[in-house]
């Protein structure tokens, strides 16, 4: 499900903007246009961000900010203001805001910021690659075909991981080499062969098609079932 941000922003043509700019970006976007409004829909939407305007009718932004908080509501908050003295920067980051972004701003650090304050809120969502009926969870370092568990190596977890993180990628064997052995690797000159082989031979155990493919002179792909 799409991540819901709540833009609160009196000025129509810029709250638009926003909310075109964060659409194209797969989010969800719910538009108030003054603090009254904005904190009854926080409170009753529960978005999974909040990009807040400090000056505002009704209450202020930041007196959003304050009452949300002070009733428990942790939504992350993205202050959004052409008031950019550091003594407004406390003032907002006291009131509970969790970022803070100065009027004229570009909209790619906006984006930016939401980003990372979304990736923040949800760690582990950051840590599952996801190809194909192949799951991998970099934090607990588990490995799951068609919802089985795999059992591998350290070194096959990371080979894994690259080939995860640049699926349908052909990636020649000195690029693995540089990153997954790393460059003052010394071994045999086939140990890439090696540990693809087990590769294969463990995701395929349960399930026959293969992910893992070799591009021949060249190196090896993650690409869909053959």
Known sequence: MNEHILVVEDDPKLAEFIQIELGLEGYQVTVA???IEGLAIAREAKPDLVILDWMLPGISGLDVCLRLRNTGIQVPIV???AKD???DRVMGLNAGADDY???PFSIEELLARVKARLRRNHPAETEMLVFEDLTLNRLTREVYRNRQLIELT?????LLEFM???????????QILETVWGYDFM??????????RALRIKLEANNPKR?????RGVGYVLREYA
């Open 33 to 35: 246009t003054n603090g």
């Open 79 to 81: 202050m959004l203001t």
């Open 85 to 87: 003295e550091i003594p």
């Open 101 to 103: 972004v100065t009027k």
């Open 154 to 158: 350290a070194k096959e977890f990371d």
């Open 164 to 174: 995860l993180r640049h699926s349908r990628q052909v990636i020649t064997r000195d």
């Open 187 to 196: 071994g045999e000159s086939n140990i890439i062969d090696v540990y693809i």
């Open 211 to 215: 992910l893992l493919h070799t591009v």
